[in-house]
């Protein structure tokens, strides 16, 4: 079955006609109930947000509000308009000869306005109010603003102004400084995704929650958007439900689960996978552009999840990978992404350049060729699927804990000397290791005895290191107090040990007497 609905039709049908039907605009339109019930609304006022988000649907329901007279034909004006009197239906039905709603886009000019200005100073012809809805109206000449401003010093009791702008900061302010302002805000995807949701289960259109998410996210906080796009998806429904991938192909969208894995490739600097898993979505139809913006929110979302905790709907596939990038990382990769965003703008070979910027942001991080050191634990299975990475991590609890502790505060000495190899600086990893024994150790504070001659001036370079790496100050002194002996001898002496254990061993003696003159080394 195929669903053939025209074009903006779900727009109309589920236009808002009562206050309590404005989704996602709660704060402003109860400010409006409050001020229309108590008589007190301005004579103009200004609805600003972006497109699709409500504004000339507030604007009419305000005129509603104004004209009803209510079932019996004896009402007040009422945050509840009955939708059944004449005012209320000629209003609906676009033919409410005071109501007069006006696109400054189309009529910008200085006669539009004063022809408009004219008709001001009579009285409504049937309603209580005369209401000028000006829609866009920043695209207004600056004489028409003049015309308009002349009114608006000293309006009639029986006039309302209503306008609407996507952008307030081209009205000027002697307009704005004699309206009431209400900023609409974009919608939360959540609350779209179940206004979405409404309306397909009154529709009967069966359909995906993730490809309901894709058509959410895309609408960018705008209601008409949103219904624009749900409208298409549901005319290209084949077996009576939208699935994700549909939405998908329409939008050029990525797959969300391929964009995970090319973000883990890029965090771990596998540069071969990390393309190739690009190439695979370009290939699948997802545009560069929106991969990189795709890549750039997961970013994000990693960081936000990296510093305070906040996990996204998507966010805990990536909780895991989080805990081994540090913010940095993240903050260059952001920045490499986001500058390359500027220069897609202006590419004629996208696909090349979105992997030229991958390059970029992984030598930037310096991750390329760490994961073959294993600096970096392994996240991801050899599949590269980012779902079966986090359930089934190669990684060993072990290792998560230690590289875990080692990007905090150290806890131990030995955690110290893991933090400097981690940071690559092997001049002082050799001097903590063989140069220094260990007299006191607490987190900020460590005591050294001086065991043997060193490069000079390490100790002050060590805790400033420190300082910079935990975010917390640290006090690193020598002192003549004998400690333990350096690091190196105490793991020599160790090794010693265990090795002259395992050759006391009956296997060791029965591999001895097997193979004689034989080493047995103790790994
Ligand atoms: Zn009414």
Redesign the pocket.
């Known amino acids: 079955m195929t669903h053939h609905i025209n074009y903006q039709v779900l727009a109309r049908t589920t236009r808002p006609t009562k206050f309590s039907e404005l989704i996602g605009q709660e704060a402003l339109t109860q400010t409006l109930k409050n001020a229309i019930e108590s008589g007190r609304l301005a004579h103009a006022f200004v609805l600003t947000g972006i497109r699709g988000v409500g504004k000339t649907t507030i604007a009419r329901l305000i005129a509603?509000a104004l004209?009803?007279?209510?079932?019996d034909g004896t009402?007040q004006p009422t945050s509840e308009?009955?939708?059944?009197?004449d005012?209320?239906?000629m209003i609906a039905e676009d033919r409410h000869v005071d109501v007069i709603e006006v696109d400054a886009a189309t009529r910008t000019g200085v006669d539009d306005m004063r022809q408009l200005m004219e008709g001001i100073s009579y009285k409504p012809v049937m309603g209580r109010y005369k209401i000028y809805i000006i829609d866009e109206v920043h695209m207004l000449s600056k004489n028409a603003f003049n015309s308009l401003l002349k009114t608006l010093e000293e309006p009639p009791p029986h006039v309302k102004f209503i306008f609407a702008t996507t952008e307030i900061r081209k009205v000027p302010l002697t307009i704005l400084s004699r309206c009431q302002p209400f900023d609409l805000r974009r919608i939360p995807v959540d609350v779209l995704l179940t206004h979405f949701q409404n309306i397909l289960q009154k529709e009967g259109v069966q359909f995906e929650m993730e490809a309901l998410e894709c058509i959410a996210r895309a609408a960018g906080g705008s209601v008409r958007d949103g219904l624009s796009i749900l409208e298409q998806a549901i005319v290209k429904v084949t077996d009576n439900k939208i699935t994700v991938s549909t939405v998908q192909e329409m939008l050029g969208l990525a797959d969300r689960e391929k964009i995970a894995t090319v973000f883990n490739c890029l965090m771990r600097g596998l540069v071969r996978e990390c393309l190739e898993a690009t190439k695979t979505l370009y290939e699948e139809g997802a545009d560069p552009d929106i991969i990189l913006q795709d890549l750039l929110g997961t970013t994000y979302q990693t960081l936000s999840f990296k510093v305070s905790g906040a996990v996204s709907a998507e966010g805990n596939k990536l909780q895991a990978l989080a805990e081994k990038i540090e913010p940095k990382s993240l903050m260059l990769v952001w920045q490499v992404l986001m500058k390359g965003a500027e220069e897609m703008k202006a590419s004629t070979m996208p696909l090349e350049n979105l992997e030229v910027i991958l390059i970029r942001a992984m030598h930037i991080q310096g991750m390329v060729g760490k994961e073959n050191r294993g600096e970096i634990p392994s996240l991801v299975s050899s599949s590269l699927s980012p779902v079966s990475a986090v359930s089934s991590p190669v990684v060993s609890p072990e290792r998560l804990v230690t590289s875990f502790r080692s990007d905090g505060m150290p806890k131990t000495f030995e955690d110290v000397i893991q933090l400097f190899e981690k940071k690559r600086e092997p001049i002082i990893v050799d001097y903590l290791t063989n140069d220094v024994g260990l007299v006191d150790f607490r987190p900020g504070a460590i005591k050294l005895n001086q065991l043997r001659e060193s490069t000079p001036n390490l100790q002050p370079k060590v805790a400033k290191f420190l300082s910079e790496c935990t975010g917390a100050s640290w006090l690193v002194e020598l002192v003549t107090e004998k400690g333990q002996e350096s690091l190196g001898v105490q793991r020599a002496l160790a090794r010693e040990k265990r090795e002259k254990d395992a050759l006391s061993t009956e296997e060791a003696k029965k591999i001895s007497e097997l193979f004689p003159g034989a080493q047995v080394v103790v790994k």
């Open positions: 509603r004209n009803c007279v209510g079932v009402g308009p009955c939708g059944v009197c005012q209320c239906q």
